[in-house]
T-cell receptor, first 117, second 114 residues
Framework: AQSVTQLDSQVPVFEEAPVELRCNYSSSVSVYLFWYVQYPNQGLQLLLKYLSGSTLVKGINGFEAEFNKSQTSFHLRKPSVHISDTAEYFCAVSAPLFSGGYNKLIFGAGTRLAVHP | DGGITQSPKYLFRKEGQNVTLSCEQNLNHDAMYWYRQDPGQGLRLIYYSQIVNDFQKGDIAEGYSVSREKKESFPLTVTSAQKNPTAFYLC?????????????FGSGTRLTVV
């Protein structure tokens, strides 16, 4: 079974500073990895995903994440944040299906990013 | 545009009442999910359905019920047995059983008990 841990519940940062939101996963098989963003009183929006191939994944709004298999991590980064990036960010994991059945995403507890002027 | 529509956006419930939250998708997705979100607790899975006329309990199904009579629709009923229903409810769907495209989420319904 898979699990995911977001290491920081809150991350405060000043505008135009870089930021890293940390995500570690646990799985005995290969994984799919996702980052979602949630603005206040809204649903979740997909930022980026890793399925296979290049370990550096670029997403929307200038975010990127790097898959590190040896560290079982998928940290989200942005070189320069804006006030509008203030939101909650969720990491999620799943595992590819190789036979019948169905699959689900497992979500982390979320990290609240607060960007200050 | 394709997407998931949740309604209403805000809902108020009196003690002892059942209420139904609507979730409709026009993405032709097979699977649909209901999550509950409380401050500081992330997403908790209530029910999910992989195909029409079939659904499974998630981690916190007590006090909730669902139906999946049509592929497009997955309504959630919050019954009077749910003792603390005030929360933000999110509906999601996925294209296939492998979830390699991730989930698409609706914009949520905020339920408040008055």
């Amino acid at each position: 079974a898979q699990s995911v841990t977001q290491l920081d519940s809150q991350v405060p940062v000043f505008e135009e500073a870089p930021v890293e939101l940390r995500c570690n996963y646990s799985s005995s098989v290969s994984v799919y990895l996702f980052w979602y963003v949630q603005y206040p009183n809204q649903g979740l929006q997909l930022l980026l995903k890793y399925l296979s191939g290049s370990t550096l994944v670029k997403g929307i709004n200038g975010f990127e994440a790097e898959f590190n298999k040896s560290q079982t991590s998928f940290h989200l980064r942005k070189p320069s944040v804006h006030i509008s990036d203030t939101a909650e960010y969720f990491c999620a994991v799943s595992a590819p299906l190789f036979s019948g059945g169905y699959n689900k995403l497992i979500f982390g507890a979320g990290t609240r990013l607060a960007v200050h002027p | 545009d394709g997407g998931i529509t949740q309604s209403p956006k805000y809902l108020f419930r009196k003690e002892g009442q059942n209420v139904t939250l609507s979730c409709e998708q026009n993405l032709n997705h097979d699977a649909m999910y209901w999550y509950r979100q409380d401050p500081g607790q992330g997403l908790r899975l209530i029910y999910y359905s992989q195909i029409v006329n079939d659904f499974q309990k998630g981690d916190i199904a007590e006090g909730y019920s669902v139906s999946r009579e049509k592929k497009e629709s997955f309504p959630l009923t919050v019954t009077s047995a749910q003792k603390n229903p005030t929360a933000f409810y999110l509906c999601a769907s996925s294209e296939n059983r492998d979830v390699n495209y991730g989930y698409t989420f609706g914009s949520g319904t905020r339920l408040t008990v008055v």
